[in-house]
Protein backbone atom coordinates (compact mmCIF):
# COMPACT_ATOMS: atom_id res chain seq x y z
CA UNK A 1 0.00 0.00 0.00
CA UNK A 2 1.14 3.90 -0.54
CA UNK A 3 2.31 5.77 2.45
CA UNK A 4 1.17 9.23 2.62
CA UNK A 5 1.70 10.92 -0.13
CA UNK A 6 2.57 15.08 -0.08
CA UNK A 7 2.32 17.60 -3.17
CA UNK A 8 4.22 19.25 -4.69
CA UNK A 9 7.74 18.37 -3.27
CA UNK A 10 9.42 22.00 -3.50
CA UNK A 11 7.65 24.99 -3.70
CA UNK A 12 9.42 28.72 -4.10
CA UNK A 13 6.51 31.58 -3.87
CA UNK A 14 6.90 35.20 -3.07
CA UNK A 15 5.62 37.57 -0.30
CA UNK A 16 1.64 37.99 -0.38
CA UNK A 17 1.06 35.11 -2.90
CA UNK A 18 -1.14 32.02 -2.12
CA UNK A 19 -0.47 28.32 -1.87
CA UNK A 20 -2.10 25.62 -1.58
CA UNK A 21 -0.72 21.90 -0.70
CA UNK A 22 -1.64 18.63 -1.10
CA UNK A 23 -1.79 15.39 1.10
CA UNK A 24 -3.45 12.05 0.00
CA UNK A 25 -3.73 9.52 3.24
CA UNK A 26 -2.70 6.14 4.04
CA UNK A 27 -5.47 4.19 2.43
CA UNK A 28 -8.18 3.81 5.15
CA UNK A 29 -7.08 6.53 7.23
CA UNK A 30 -9.58 8.67 7.72
CA UNK A 31 -7.77 11.32 9.65
CA UNK A 32 -5.04 13.80 8.37
CA UNK A 33 -2.93 15.91 10.47
CA UNK A 34 -0.93 19.33 9.29
CA UNK A 35 2.47 20.30 11.26
CA UNK A 36 4.80 23.23 9.78
CA UNK A 37 8.93 22.51 10.53
CA UNK A 38 11.25 25.58 10.06
CA UNK A 39 14.71 24.13 10.96
CA UNK A 40 16.04 23.51 14.07
CA UNK A 41 12.79 22.96 15.94
CA UNK A 42 10.08 20.16 16.02
CA UNK A 43 7.22 19.98 14.05
CA UNK A 44 4.75 22.31 15.17
CA UNK A 45 0.70 21.54 14.85
CA UNK A 46 -1.33 23.20 13.02
CA UNK A 47 -4.30 21.45 12.13
CA UNK A 48 -6.57 18.09 12.11
CA UNK A 49 -9.37 16.89 10.47
CA UNK A 50 -11.66 13.84 10.87
CA UNK A 51 -14.15 13.12 8.73
CA UNK A 52 -14.03 16.22 6.57
CA UNK A 53 -14.54 18.33 10.06
CA UNK A 54 -11.80 20.12 11.49
CA UNK A 55 -10.97 18.71 15.09
CA UNK A 56 -7.83 20.53 16.12
CA UNK A 57 -6.24 23.88 15.30
CA UNK A 58 -3.10 24.94 16.27
CA UNK A 59 -1.38 28.40 17.31
CA UNK A 60 -1.60 29.49 13.52
CA UNK A 61 -3.01 32.75 11.87
CA UNK A 62 -5.98 32.95 10.12
CA UNK A 63 -4.18 32.99 6.56
CA UNK A 64 -3.70 29.14 7.19
CA UNK A 65 -6.77 27.02 6.30
CA UNK A 66 -7.21 23.47 5.65
CA UNK A 67 -10.18 21.74 4.20
CA UNK A 68 -10.49 17.40 4.04
CA UNK A 69 -12.47 15.82 0.80
CA UNK A 70 -14.73 12.68 0.84
CA UNK A 71 -11.89 10.89 -0.43
CA UNK A 72 -10.06 11.60 2.64
CA UNK A 73 -7.32 13.80 1.18
CA UNK A 74 -6.62 17.26 2.20
CA UNK A 75 -5.79 20.89 1.62
CA UNK A 76 -3.74 23.37 3.15
CA UNK A 77 -3.81 26.94 2.04
CA UNK A 78 -2.08 29.71 3.09
CA UNK A 79 -2.66 33.11 2.18
CA UNK A 80 -0.63 36.72 2.34
CA UNK A 81 2.54 34.64 2.57
CA UNK A 82 5.22 36.32 4.41
CA UNK A 83 8.89 35.56 4.41
CA UNK A 84 8.21 33.15 7.99
CA UNK A 85 6.35 31.11 6.58
CA UNK A 86 9.50 29.47 4.74
CA UNK A 87 9.32 26.03 6.21
CA UNK A 88 9.20 22.20 5.60
CA UNK A 89 5.09 21.46 5.89
CA UNK A 90 4.46 17.37 7.08
CA UNK A 91 1.13 15.70 6.76
CA UNK A 92 0.38 12.90 9.00
CA UNK A 93 -2.21 10.20 8.52
CA UNK A 94 -4.12 7.79 11.24
CA UNK A 95 -7.42 5.63 11.55
CA UNK A 96 -8.98 8.41 13.67
CA UNK A 97 -6.97 11.04 15.00
CA UNK A 98 -6.92 9.64 18.40
CA UNK A 99 -3.57 10.70 20.59
CA UNK A 100 -3.00 6.39 21.11
CA UNK A 101 -2.25 6.19 17.67
CA UNK A 102 1.13 6.74 15.66
CA UNK A 103 0.91 9.44 12.98
CA UNK A 104 2.44 8.19 9.74
CA UNK A 105 3.79 11.00 7.44
CA UNK A 106 4.69 11.97 4.39
CA UNK A 107 8.03 13.29 2.91
CA UNK A 108 6.95 16.62 2.86
CA UNK A 109 6.67 20.04 0.93
CA UNK A 110 9.47 22.79 1.22
CA UNK A 111 8.04 25.79 0.88
CA UNK A 112 10.25 28.53 0.41
CA UNK A 113 9.26 32.52 0.47
CA UNK A 114 11.50 34.97 -1.80
CA UNK B 1 3.50 27.14 26.61
CA UNK B 2 3.51 23.44 26.83
CA UNK B 3 7.21 22.38 26.85
CA UNK B 4 8.50 19.40 25.75
CA UNK B 5 12.21 19.09 26.15
CA UNK B 6 14.75 16.76 24.57
CA UNK B 7 18.47 15.79 26.03
CA UNK B 8 20.80 15.89 24.69
CA UNK B 9 20.36 18.40 21.41
CA UNK B 10 23.08 16.13 19.64
CA UNK B 11 25.35 13.00 20.37
CA UNK B 12 27.80 11.15 18.25
CA UNK B 13 28.91 7.52 19.18
CA UNK B 14 30.92 5.17 17.55
CA UNK B 15 29.57 1.87 16.30
CA UNK B 16 28.27 -0.24 18.79
CA UNK B 17 28.28 1.90 21.76
CA UNK B 18 24.63 1.94 23.73
CA UNK B 19 22.90 5.53 24.25
CA UNK B 20 20.15 7.34 25.57
CA UNK B 21 17.99 10.39 25.21
CA UNK B 22 15.29 12.11 27.66
CA UNK B 23 12.32 13.32 27.02
CA UNK B 24 10.94 15.63 29.61
CA UNK B 25 7.14 16.95 29.81
CA UNK B 26 4.56 18.59 32.41
CA UNK B 27 3.23 15.48 33.69
CA UNK B 28 -0.19 16.86 34.51
CA UNK B 29 -0.83 17.12 30.66
CA UNK B 30 -0.06 13.93 29.95
CA UNK B 31 -2.18 11.22 27.52
CA UNK B 32 -0.10 9.17 25.48
CA UNK B 33 4.10 9.86 24.71
CA UNK B 34 5.02 9.34 21.04
CA UNK B 35 8.69 8.59 19.63
CA UNK B 36 9.87 9.25 16.06
CA UNK B 37 12.86 8.84 14.19
CA UNK B 38 13.38 10.62 11.43
CA UNK B 39 16.34 10.03 8.68
CA UNK B 40 17.39 12.90 6.55
CA UNK B 41 15.48 13.32 3.23
CA UNK B 42 13.00 10.78 4.97
CA UNK B 43 9.86 11.26 6.48
CA UNK B 44 9.47 10.56 10.56
CA UNK B 45 8.59 7.29 11.29
CA UNK B 46 6.65 6.30 14.64
CA UNK B 47 8.47 4.16 17.01
CA UNK B 48 6.47 3.79 20.02
CA UNK B 49 3.22 4.68 21.16
CA UNK B 50 3.54 4.98 25.10
CA UNK B 51 0.43 5.81 27.00
CA UNK B 52 0.71 3.92 30.80
CA UNK B 53 3.41 4.89 33.69
CA UNK B 54 5.97 2.24 33.90
CA UNK B 55 5.13 1.35 29.99
CA UNK B 56 8.16 -0.43 28.48
CA UNK B 57 8.68 -0.86 24.84
CA UNK B 58 11.03 -2.69 23.04
CA UNK B 59 11.46 -2.86 18.60
CA UNK B 60 14.64 -5.04 17.72
CA UNK B 61 17.74 -2.53 19.87
CA UNK B 62 15.64 0.28 20.38
CA UNK B 63 13.46 0.46 23.65
CA UNK B 64 11.53 3.23 25.78
CA UNK B 65 10.17 3.59 29.61
CA UNK B 66 7.68 5.86 30.33
CA UNK B 67 7.58 7.34 33.89
CA UNK B 68 4.08 9.79 33.81
CA UNK B 69 4.07 10.68 37.43
CA UNK B 70 7.42 12.52 37.20
CA UNK B 71 7.30 13.53 33.80
CA UNK B 72 10.34 11.85 31.43
CA UNK B 73 10.89 8.86 28.89
CA UNK B 74 14.22 7.75 27.64
CA UNK B 75 14.88 6.39 24.60
CA UNK B 76 17.67 3.35 24.52
CA UNK B 77 19.64 2.25 21.43
CA UNK B 78 21.87 -0.78 22.55
CA UNK B 79 25.07 -1.51 20.05
CA UNK B 80 24.74 1.60 17.76
CA UNK B 81 24.81 1.13 14.12
CA UNK B 82 25.24 3.84 11.79
CA UNK B 83 22.02 3.01 9.96
CA UNK B 84 20.56 4.72 13.62
CA UNK B 85 22.00 7.72 12.40
CA UNK B 86 18.92 9.95 12.40
CA UNK B 87 16.85 12.48 14.67
CA UNK B 88 14.52 10.99 17.59
CA UNK B 89 11.42 13.12 17.96
CA UNK B 90 9.26 12.45 21.09
CA UNK B 91 5.63 14.30 21.18
CA UNK B 92 3.23 14.88 23.70
CA UNK B 93 -0.63 14.17 23.17
CA UNK B 94 -2.38 16.54 25.29
CA UNK B 95 -5.97 16.07 23.87
CA UNK B 96 -7.51 18.10 21.30
CA UNK B 97 -5.99 16.37 18.97
CA UNK B 98 -2.83 18.10 19.39
CA UNK B 99 0.78 16.60 19.09
CA UNK B 100 3.49 18.65 20.96
CA UNK B 101 6.80 18.18 19.56
CA UNK B 102 10.42 18.43 21.34
CA UNK B 103 12.92 19.88 19.07
CA UNK B 104 14.52 16.37 18.84
CA UNK B 105 18.21 14.81 19.87
CA UNK B 106 19.91 14.52 16.51
CA UNK B 107 21.96 11.17 16.86
CA UNK B 108 25.29 10.86 14.33
CA UNK B 109 27.08 6.90 14.81
CA UNK B 110 30.60 6.73 13.13
CA UNK B 111 31.77 3.43 11.94
Known amino acids: DAGVTQSPTHLIKTRGQHVTLRCSPISGHKSVSWYQQVLGQGPQFIFQ?????ERGRGNFPDRFSARQFPNYSSELNVNALLLGDSALYLC????WGEGNQPQHFGDGTRLSIL | ILNVEQSPQSLHVQEGDSTNFTCSFPSSNFYALHWYRWETAKSPEALFVMTLNGDEKKKGRISATLNTKEGYSYLYIKGSQPEDSATYLCALYTGFQKLVFGTGTRLLVSP
Open chain 1, 92 to 95: ASSF
Open chain 1, 49 to 53: YYEKE
